[in-house]
Every structure is written in structure tokens, then in C-alpha cells.
């Protein structure tokens, strides 16, 4: 049974475009929920966070929507550059963070010049 | 954020050989987790490593396969026993900062089994 998933799985977008990237979630106990962005032979490394007393969260270019009635969350990158071409995961967890992460199977984001 | 380092980066080993995979914490940390990334997929946990008690295992992973060693609170060895192809994988270790709970991931060791 997969906890988190991850939609599309891959996403191709201009320069200076908005990609959008969805995850829903079926455990009402998952309260923390991070993004991870990892390019190819590296580690995943943690981009932004959210936790569900909010409902967006913002840095930078990078955006967390997230709607605790449909147990769905999202992120936006805005004016996406080619560097920012990467897998993107998903994951949830429970006890703010501290328990294991459940991730979805992931997103690859080409971001063409 | 901790600063997470494994050794070694990448192996090719033959099957049947078993792989020993550091990781080093630049900061004591309480929780520690090693996750098996397949080629092209997503990450799976393999069991969360505690100090000073028995690794937690889940679903699918045992502890003849996968001995996991947390002899203090900033290093954990995994193992990967009587290796076959199956495993070729990247092997990532994790570690939950405090007082927020980010958690954090190291570079990963790149394994190929021949």
C-alpha cells in the first residue's frame, strides 16, 4: 500500500515557468511533511517543510500548498531555471518529524533553457 | 543542518561478499535511519538505527541481511551480507536534527554487485 503519492512523474517545463508537483497522503497521523530535491549521484537534500497548522509555506522560489481536509499537498517552483532540473520527492512522517519518512516515488523536473 | 559523511562513496563487489557502509555525524544525534534507494526509483527504509539499543527493521528487511551497528550517538555501519545483484543499490543514511526534526541525508554509497 503506498502511503504518499506523487504526481506526475516527470515534467518537462521552459525557463521561467511554474512546475507544479502534487502529493496525497492516506495516514491522518503523518504531521510533518518535507520536500527533497537530488540531482543525479548525490544524496536527497531537504528544500522546505511544512507542518499542518499552516497552510502554505514560501522560500524563495519554492512554495508548499497544503490542504489538510483532502490530505493532499504540493509544491511550486516559480520561475524555474535550468538548475533547478532534478528528482523531487515527497515524504510524510509522523511525531512532527522524528519517525521514519515515507516518500513518494519521486519526480524528474527538466527545466529547458 | 548535520554535516553527514559515508565511506566509501561506491563499491563494485562480487556476490556472495559482504559490504561494510560508514557513517559519520558531525553532531550527536539521537535518531538515525538507513534507507536503500533502487536504481531509478524512490527511497525505502531499512531500519532505524538507535545507540544503545537493537536496530529496528522494517517490512522485507532482517538482521542476517542488513546488521546495523550504533556504537555511539555520531556513527552507524550498515552492512550488506551475502550480496547478490538484487542488491546493487545506493545505501543513504539519514539523521533527525533537533529541536526542528529536519531530517537530513548523507551523500549515499553507490553499490554494484557483479
Known amino acids: 500500500q503506498q502511503q504518499v503519492k506523487q504526481s506526475p512523474q516527470s515534467l518537462i517545463v521552459q525557463k521561467g515557468g511554474i512546475s507544479i508537483i502534487n502529493c496525497a497522503y492516506e495516514n491522518t497521523a503523518f504531521d510533518y511533511f518535507p520536500w527533497y530535491q537530488q540531482f543525479p549521484g548525490k544524496g536527497p537534500a531537504l528544500l522546505i517543510a511544512?507542518?499542518?497548522?499552516?497552510s502554505e509555506k514560501k522560500e524563495g522560489r519554492f512554495t508548499i500548498s497544503f490542504n489538510k481536509s483532502a490530505k493532499q499537498f504540493s509544491l511550486h517552483i516559480m520561475d524555474s531555471q535550468p538548475g533547478d532540473s532534478a528528482t523531487y520527492f515527497c515524504?510524510?512522517?509522523?511525531?512532527?518529524?522524528?519517525?521514519?519518512?515515507?516518500f513518494g516515488k519521486g519526480m524528474k523536473l527538466t527545466v529547458n533553457p | 543542518s548535520a554535516v553527514i559523511s559515508q565511506k566509501p562513496s561506491r563499491d563494485i563487489c562480487q556476490r556472495g561478499t559482504s559490504l561494510t557502509i560508514q557513517c559519520q555525524v558531525d553532531?550527536?544525534?539521537?535518531?538515525m535511519f538507513w534507507y536503500r534507494q533502487q536504481p531509478g526509483q524512490s527511497l525505502t527504509l531499512i531500519a532505524t538505527a538507535n545507540q544503545g539499543s537493537e536496530a529496528t527493521y522494517e517490512s522485507g528487511f532482517v538482521i542476517d541481511k542488513f546488521p546495523i551497528s550504533r556504537p555511539n550517538l555520531t556513527f552507524s555501519t550498515l552492512t550488506v551480507s551475502n550480496m547478490s545483484p538484487e542488491d546493487s543499490s545506493i545505501y543513504l543514511c539519514?539523521?533527525?536534527?533537533?529541536?526542528?526534526?529536519?531530517?537530513?541525508f548523507g551523500p549515499g554509497t553507490r553499490l554494484t554487485v557483479t
Open positions: 539519514s539523521v533527525v536534527g533537533e529541536p526542528a526534526y529536519e531530517q537530513y
Open positions: 515524504a510524510a512522517s509522523e511525531r512532527g518529524g522524528s519517525e521514519k519518512l515515507v
Open positions: 511544512i507542518r499542518p497548522d499552516v
Open positions: 553532531s550527536q544525534v539521537t535518531m
